[in-house]
Nanobody, 125 residues
Framework: VQLQASGGGLVQAGGSLRLSCGAS????????MGWFRQAPGKERDFVTA????????YYAVSAKGRFTISRDNAKNTVYLEMNSLKPEDTVVYLC???????????????????WGQGTQVTVSS
């Protein structure tokens, strides 16, 4: 499985970005998909996850109300719409493919077995 994240970039505080993550090599429609973010030298932090077929979504406190995850199973793509961006959102964002069914550990990186290369988001103040 290969995951390719895109859509990152430079945006001013208060602005918006839409990240995309395309999957190839396996139909990802039956798996939990997640977004994490990682600052240099730090562990990956959970941002959000979405179950198959997309009925349930989960958000970190920092993302709730500002970020929205969605998926298009026909396109093997998951999206992260980020609004009201803050300078502290400046990190690399990674998409990940998780298990077939969400567990209590959906916010733990070890639940996800395939990772994209990440896309940098930079929010200027």
């Amino acid at each position: 499985v290969q995951l390719q994240a895109s859509g990152g970039g430079l945006v001013q505080a208060g602005g918006s970005l839409r990240l995309s993550c395309g999957a190839s090599g396996r139909a990802f429609s039956s798996y939990v998909m997640g977004w994490f973010r990682q600052a240099p030298g730090k562990e990956r932090d959970f941002v959000t996850a979405i179950t198959w077929p997309g009925d349930n979504t989960y958000y970190a406190v920092s993302a709730k109300g500002r970020f929205t995850i969605s998926r298009d199973n026909a396109k093997n793509t998951v999206y992260l719409e980020m609004n009201s961006l803050k300078p502290e959102d400046t990190v690399v964002y990674l998409c990940a493919l998780g298990p077939a069914y969400v567990s209590s550990y959906f916010n733990e990186s070890y639940e996800y077995h395939y990772w994209g290369q990440g896309t940098q988001v930079t929010v200027s103040s």
